[in-house]
């Protein structure tokens, strides 16, 4: 369609890319090709616009910018933008974080403040609401939750009420972190740690944004992420390593993108922006897929898919799932993966203070049946995962140690669940389910166990198996303080015998298709990585593990078995290799 906006792209002058640490991982990557692709459109009419990003308090910047639009950039690093008092509040609560959110959310609204608070998932945003519903009921039209995954037109409606002073507070997801202007707002709650210094300035960004006193409340759940951060509140209020990564090179994305910009202009081979040499391999593939086809005279190549642009979701990889209630209704959208995690057969979905049950799963219609249930529970996924090494892209030694970094293809079974109680989250019962494997290929780290620190552990008694599960756990956990992400974007493996190399190693990897450069990056600083992971073990007073330092909510073996003293034991082995 562009040659309709021939004048449009003739004339422009300037690209504004606004909050660009949002454009990170998978959508970051897919982001860097819609940037590309725009690039050689703009060349196709003769123009050459300049580009212009902001960013929040990230480590690099310049180096994101130019990953994202694949030209150099300049960072401009201080700002004079007016700025009312901002008063932080700290919380360790001994009680559920999620009830104390509740609670303060509900004071605060009846306090008259505007108030808004920020979770880290869907459930935990409608149960936060439906707790506060209960406790006020005359807040029942004054406050909502809004979460990705409700229709487009719900969302606005939120947004609007929101914004003309109809709701006096909301309980959000990351879905209204940026972008969307929802008014004056007094007080910032945000129930657990947000996943990054700068999600947590987004997030505290959004009150007091007309030069008034605002209040930002943290409180910790009990992780690791959270419960270290809360040791050290400083590590908010000084220099960011947080470095936002993506992979504008991934073949996974590239192959989704290349058939778009050859159906927008055909691709040569002096291409005004895609190095067609490095490329080759790619492009041959495509054309034997009949995505791409080569010119009569071999020296172009168009797409050859109509309209390949419908195919192309720049959220995610892979096609969404539509949930549908009994009236035949779609209340909802689920990608990917989490269809599996949160959309098994007995799951139970929440959906704006509702609960649904899962009845089916149809892979073939890419739908979910539900039925709307009250029922004092909620369902968390079990999984079992193996993986097999497909190449070793690069390795380098840390002491006795030796890290690799390389291809890895994963696989994941959904394999039970465990119903637990709203309240408290305390495990009601187990339930063992069949649902197809989910296997993928990406981009990972590994390392094996030497035998003189087996031996070691060992022969202090620690049991082998929980004490590289424990540091497999704990090298997750610390891997948002290193690099942009959460930790749901990062999986791990641990072995006792892994049979590619007969011997105990743990495997960190991206949780998406073909990698987007995350464990990449933890391979290049390595030492500091593996340094933190050693903090959250040793600060932490409790004596054999627990959810602030070893223990994950998300395991999939239910963090069976963990050994922190041997996780200790091991990780100071190998740092006090490298430092000697």
Excluded at 204 to 210: L, N, Q, S
Excluded at 240 to 249: G, L, T
Excluded at 488 to 499: F, R, V
Aim: overall charge neutral; aromatic content about 10%; charged content about 25%.
């Amino acid at each position: 369609y562009h040659p309709k906006w021939e004048e449009f792209f003739r004339n422009l002058r300037y690209v504004v890319i606004d909050e660009i640490h949002a454009y990170r991982g998978v959508f970051g990557s897919n982001v860097a090709q819609v940037l590309r692709r725009l690039r050689r459109i703009c060349r196709r009419w003769g123009s050459d616009p300049q580009f212009i990003a902001s960013s929040a308090t990230i480590a690099n910047p310049a180096d994101l910018a130019e990953s994202l639009v694949g030209l150099p950039f300049k960072a401009v690093t201080k700002s004079g933008a007016p700025q009312g008092g901002r008063h932080f509040l700290f919380i360790n609560p001994m009680e559920s974080a999620y009830m104390v959110a509740m609670r303060l959310f509900v004071e605060s609204l009846r306090a008259g403040l505007k108030t808004i608070v920020f979770t880290k998932a869907r459930k935990i945003t409608e149960l936060i609401y439906t707790w506060a519903v209960k406790r006020a009921p005359e807040l029942t039209d004054k406050i909502s939750p809004y979460r990705a995954g409700f229709l487009p037109k719900e969302r606005r409606e939120i947004e609007r009420r929101l914004f003309e002073g109809e709701l006096s507070g909301v309980v959000s997801t990351s879905a209204l972190e940026l972008g969307v202007d929802i008014g004056g707002l007094d007080c910032c709650i945000l129930a657990g740690y947000p996943g990054s210094i700068s999600s947590t300035w987004q997030r505290a960004g959004r009150v007091g944004r007309h030069g008034e006193e605002s209040l930002i409340i943290m409180i910790a759940i009990q992780d690791a992420l959270d419960q270290y951060l809360i040791r050290h509140p400083e590590t908010f209020f000084g220099k960011s390593h947080e470095a936002a990564i993506i992979d504008p090179e991934s073949p996974v994305i590239l192959r989704k993108h290349l058939p778009c910009a050859a159906a927008e202009v055909y691709l040569r081979e002096d291409d005004s922006v895609y190095d067609m040499v490095r490329l080759r391999p790619l492009i041959d593939e495509l054309i034997r897929e009949k995505a791409l086809r080569l010119g009569k005279k071999g020296d172009v190549w168009y797409s050859g898919i109509w309209m390949p642009h419908k195919g192309v979701s720049i959220r995610g990889i892979g096609e969404s799932f539509r949930i549908i209630d009994k009236d035949g209704n779609v209340i909802g959208e689920l990608n990917g993966l989490r269809v599996f995690r949160d959309a098994f057969p007995g799951a139970i979905y929440l959906h704006r203070g509702r609960q649904y049950q899962v009845g089916q799963l149809s892979m073939e219609e890419r739908k979910v049946f539900v039925r709307e249930v009250d029922v004092p529970y909620y369902t968390q996924a079990l999984s079992a995962e193996e993986t097999e090494i497909l190449d070793e892209k690069q390795k380098k030694d840390l002491g006795n140690l030796t890290i690799h970094l390389g291809g890895l293809r994963i696989s994941q079974r959904v394999v039970g669940y465990e119903k637990r109680r709203l309240y408290d989250r305390a495990r009601l019962s187990r339930h063992s389910i069949e649902m197809p494997d989910y296997i993928f290929d990406t981009e990972g780290i590994w390392f094996r166990i030497p035998d003189n620190i087996k031996e070691a552990v060992e022969g202090e008694g620690f049991d082998l198996g929980g004490s590289i599960h424990a540091l497999e756990h704990a090298a997750i956990a610390c891997m948002p303080l290193i690099a942009l992400c959460e930790k749901m974007d990062i999986g791990g493996l641990s072995y006792t015998n892994y049979p590619q190399f007969r011997s105990p190693g743990i495997f960190i990897y991206d949780g998406y298709e073909g990698g987007v450069g995350l464990t990449r990056h933890a391979f290049n600083v390595a030492q500091t990585w593996l340094a933190l992971s050693m903090k959250f073990i040793d600060e932490c007073p409790c004596e054999s593990g627990c959810p602030s330092c070893v223990q994950d909510p998300q395991c999939g073996s239910g963090n069976q078995p963990l050994d922190k003293g041997g996780a200790r034991l091991m990780i100071s082995l190998i740092l006090s290799e490298e430092s000697e």
